[in-house]
């Protein structure tokens, strides 16, 4: 049974930081590309972050500079390093695996509580 954990989220002053994690299991996670997703309430759920098979990362612009995603195959792990947090960075934050070349994500975790107070 494959089963998406995060982990990390809590309640931080703006300005401070934060690091998520979201551990995999069930199978093993190196080939596909590991996903940061979260959702405000009343708003869309939005990408923040993505780190592919090989490294390759991408971030949402409104992110950039102060996120850092990363993983650890041999863990079948993902992180994200969050600094500089702002109250818009309030959200439940999810992680979502697929692979790479395809569109759906084939999984999703439980989701972890960021809070950033003014």
């Known amino acids: 049974q494959v089963q998406l954990v995060e982990s990390g989220g809590g309640l931080v002053q703006a300005g401070g930081s934060l690091r998520l994690s979201c551990a995999a299991s069930?199978?093993?996670?190196?080939?596909?590309?590991m996903t940061w997703f979260r959702q405000a309430p009343g708003k869309e759920r939005e990408l923040v972050a993505a780190i592919s098979s090989g490294g390759t990362t991408n971030y949402a612009d409104s992110v950039k500079g102060r996120f850092t995603i990363s993983r650890d195959n041999a863990k079948n792990t993902v992180y994200m390093q969050m600094t500089n947090l702002k109250p818009e960075d309030t959200a439940v934050y999810y992680c979502?695996?697929?692979?790479?070349?395809?569109?759906?994500?084939?999984?999703w975790g439980q989701g972890t509580q960021v809070t950033v107070s003014s």
């Open positions: 979502a695996v697929r692979l790479l070349g395809q569109s759906e994500y084939d999984y």
């Open positions: 069930g199978r093993t996670f190196s080939r596909y590309v």
